[in-house]
């Protein structure tokens, strides 16, 4: 391990910029805006970090411990990542770089991969199968582990991608809320990074030099919906900076007495006011 007192681990070896520093600040804040905004600390609280490798999830638990190593997240910290089997999947890297970094983990591992591929029809899409058996095993880890949540590396860009993808292809306005509880009502589901842009992950674990691993299983696939969707939002930000921003925060900003659904809004309680307009 690591053993510095002034600086955790994790973030051993941080470019020594004022770019960076200002990165570093901003993720803190807004992954701290999240979790004080929704609700999502609770006393005595054990917090099942999920750690696919990628550039979020590093990122999801960097932010978080230097957020407890701040006193600002007092929460127990558990990483996990699940092998789910696929084949070329380097099994040694999340181990070595957790142990290295002092990280409480666990790695759990499943052969969901074959499952996917033996169930999943022919020219259909791996997501859904795949994030399903995923999110069960993770569920049952969180329950062995005594976890009262799992935590994912979503942030605002998987948030509106999953926003128009439900309005093109599912018919109603919903996305990937930051604060979820699951079915059984046992564990939630928080996503910390709900308010942090796609593009500040990427740069903030390219600048730590984290051993990013890539999906080779959703990630080798053409032409999925949410890929199109990513390039729509593109073109919308290189043609308007600031659009994605503006977007999210029509998802905080709300209005069901301006949208269709009765059921969030009495439109048939709706009157008029009787009195005479001549009445002072």
């Not at 609700?39 to 990628?54: H, K, N, Q, T």
């Amino acid at each position: 391990m690591l053993d510095d007192p002034e600086i955790h681990p994790l973030f051993y070896g941080a470019p020594d910029t004022t770019e960076f520093r200002k990165l570093r600040k901003r993720l803190v804040r807004d992954t701290r805006e999240a979790i004080d905004r929704y609700g999502m600390i609770e006393p005595g609280a054990r917090w099942l970090v999920c750690l696919s490798g990628g550039k979020d999830s590093y990122t999801l638990l960097a932010v978080l411990h230097e957020l407890k190593w701040r006193g600002l997240l007092p929460v127990d910290l558990l990483a996990c990542n699940l092998d789910q089997g696929q084949p070329g999947f380097p099994a040694t890297v999340l181990p070595e770089f957790l142990e290295k970094m002092g990280v409480p983990h666990r790695i759990e591992y499943r052969d969901t991969y074959s499952i996917v591929m033996e169930k999943t029809p022919q020219g259909r899409t791996l997501c859904t199968m795949c994030s399903r058996l995923r999110r069960a095993n993770l569920y049952r880890v969180a329950r062995e582990e005594g976890c009262s949540a799992i935590v994912l590396g979503h942030h605002r860009d998987d948030i509106l991608e999953t926003f128009f993808m439900n309005l093109f292809h599912g018919g109603k306005l919903a996305t990937m809320p930051p604060k979820l509880l699951n079915d059984e009502g046992d564990l939630f589901v928080y996503r910390p990074l709900a308010h942090v842009a796609e593009a500040d992950c990427d740069k903030f674990a390219r600048a730590m030099n984290y051993p990013i691993i890539p999906c080779d299983l959703c990630g080798s696939q053409d032409g999925l919906q949410r890929q199109q969707v990513k390039q729509l939002l593109d073109g919308w930000e290189a043609n308007a900076p600031g659009r994605r921003g503006k977007m999210f925060s029509a998802l905080m900003n709300t209005r069901p007495s301006h949208l269709l659904d009765p059921a969030l809004f009495d439109f048939m309680g709706l009157a008029r006011d009787h009195k005479d307009p001549e009445t002072p």
